[in-house]
């Protein structure tokens, strides 16, 4: 049994003194495996006094030596690869094989492009006698969830790092093994004490941290609910936020659309990761005389992804992170059929051999109509609810019919006509005929899927402050 047991400040692994411990869970089994001591609200204030020396030295640090702490990191971190796609594979059920070709690389690019994006960023510039500057914003809390955990991690640590502010780091309970690999590696890599902290904890600890009188700004990525609440907690004083929420993202193939390529990568994009992406495609609008072929189609892809062990290097599809997760995903899935929609394959059924643990079948839903609670609460889970349409302005009215505003994909063989309904689509980025997402444009959301910019110099720049200097 592993114990999460130090937090981090002032450059030091220190024991958490909080009153509580929490379980972690392997969701292939059921079974804990790990303990996490959570932190007091005296580790909490040592944490943050921390983050506020830090501040104050590396505030001043040059770009070069951010960018050198960047490298170092990224280094760090592929050196501890082996044990950190371990860890996601036993506490989230992320399979070694996503852990390895997606997980960790897209972290270790994330540290990558904060580097290159310091040389992007016109630090001063000269307007008649002003002269504006990009000055870091101070202590930034990030908070962050449990299904992508060390690119989250990366993009708030290293766009603080970069721009020039101190940080604490609030990661999730539910897979904090991340965090603690993360941390290790900010140890080793030389970074001045107090710029990156860590402390352990659940919604009591997040909220502390948001209401701290020496905190100036949040970067939050979790659930829309909790969003709202830090957004409100934060507007008591004053403090920007940064918002990336939950998805309900649409992939819209169009009349002319390959079927076959299309369907594969819709389906693989609502599988990975048992669908517990932000970015999950759980919604394909699709043109009705071309439902049963799509149907036809996912059915050969999904059984391309067996449920099995995240831990077997040859598992696609492993279990969701939790029995909460569990439990909504397939009651959702109940709920959707009770209001008519109709279940192509998957649900409950799951192999007897796997019958400890929270897996959920790959799972299709036909019938789907917008005003279906499938059709607009994210699910987080291996299911895509396939939508009808009979025109193009149908079918964008219903990819924007939710809150949210994410992500989504258009499929045409036509790419003019493509890009030209992406236009149309209310959300922050889309992905044309399976085009890779270029990690370098800025990533996030609009509505309920929050605001704020991640990524390269984008993420930098949303912890940074304008300051005008007027010479007589
Ligand atoms: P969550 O909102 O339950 O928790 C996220 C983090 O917030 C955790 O660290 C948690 O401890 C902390 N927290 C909870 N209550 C808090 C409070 N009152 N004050 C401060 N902190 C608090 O989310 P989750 O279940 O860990 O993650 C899944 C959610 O994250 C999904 O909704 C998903 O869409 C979203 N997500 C969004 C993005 C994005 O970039 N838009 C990326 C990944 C995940």
Redesign the pocket.
Known sequence: MYLYSKFYSDGEFKSATGAIHLDVVNPSTGQKIADVATCSSIDVEQAVQSARRGFEVWSKSSVAERRRVLYELRDQITAAADRAVLLLAQEMGCPVWLGKNMQLPMALKGLELAAEGLDQIKWQEKIGNGIVEKVPCGVVVA??????PFH?IVAKVAAAIAAGCAVVL?????APGAAQVFMEAVNAAGIPAGVVNLVWG??AV??QL?THPLVDRISF??????GR??MASAAEGIKPVTL????KSAAILLDDADIEKSVASVTRLSLANSGQA?VSQSRLIAPRHRVTDIIDHWRACASQWPLGNPTDETTRLGPVATSMQHARVLGMIEFAQNRGAALVAGGIDRPVSLNQGFYVQPTLLANVSQDMEIAQE?I?GPVLAIMPYDTEDQAIDIANSTRYG?SGAVWSRDAEHALAVARRMKTGQVVINGATQNLATPFG?CGW??FGRENGRFGIEEMLNYRSLHSA
């Open positions: 908070i962050t969830p449990w299904n992508f989250q609030k990661p999730s309970e539910v659940g919604p997040g909220e948001v990525t979790g659930s829309t609910q909790v609440r830090i990336e929420l939950g998805g932000c994210e987080f994410l959301g899927s929050g």
